[in-house]
Structure formats: C-alpha cells, structure tokens
C-alpha cells in the first residue's frame, strides 16, 4: 500500500520559513515527485516538483523563494519555504508517480496545513 506521509506545517508570521517533509513508502521508482497546494479560494495547483533526473519546476509565485530536494535512496521529499506571504496560505500535497508493485500511478499525501498571518 502506497502511502505519503506529509510535516512541518504549521502557522508562521510573514517573512518566516517552514520546512515541509514527506515520506513515501510502498512505492518504487518515483519520477515526478512534488507539492502541491490548494486553498480555498483556489483550485490546487502544483507549487514545484523535481524528476527523477533532479530537473526541478515551480510555479512563478514561489521562485527564489521555495526550495525543493528529493532522496532517492530514502523516498523522501522536502520543501524549504522562506520569505513566506500570506497568499503561501493553503494545504500542502505530496505528489508522486511511481510503481506500486503493480502498475504505474500517481499517488497523494493527506495534506499540511500552512498558515502565513500578516
């Protein structure tokens, strides 16, 4: 069973940073791996993401500002968030596309709270 298991939410005051973390585990060579968020004002959107070859994309909103990295030996993702803005304000998705065991597919965290107060 595929699981990604998100932390390090939480509220911060603008201009703050947060670390998030997921862990994936049950699945096998990830490809895409990233965050997306979702507020409730907004369709979810992907915040940025790193393939298998460590290309990275983010959306224009948090360049400069968020870092992503992934360990492929650990299945593990992060996210470095600094110069946070209210509008960083949403849930936060793990996001993966990998094998199972038994077939390709995209699998998605529970979700982390991230509040950026002004």
């Known amino acids: 069973q595929v699981q990604l298991v998100e932390s390090g939410g939480g509220l911060v005051q603008a201009g703050g940073s947060l670390r998030l973390s997921c862990v994936a585990s049950?699945?096998?060579?990830?490809?895409?791996f990233g965050w997306y968020r979702q507020s409730p004002a907004k369709q979810r959107e992907l915040v940025a993401s790193?393939?298998?070859?460590?290309?990275?994309t983010y959306v224009d909103s948090v360049k400069g500002r968020f870092t992503i990295s992934r360990d492929t030996a650990k299945n593990t993702l992060d996210l470095q968030m600094n110069s946070l803005k209210p509008e960083d304000t949403a849930v936060y998705y793990c996001n993966a596309d990998g094998w199972d065991g038994h077939s390709y597919g995209t699998y998605w965290g529970q979700g982390t709270q991230v509040t950026v107060s002004s």
């Open positions: 790193i393939r298998s070859d460590r290309r990275t």
């Open positions: 049950g699945i096998t060579g990830i490809n895409g």
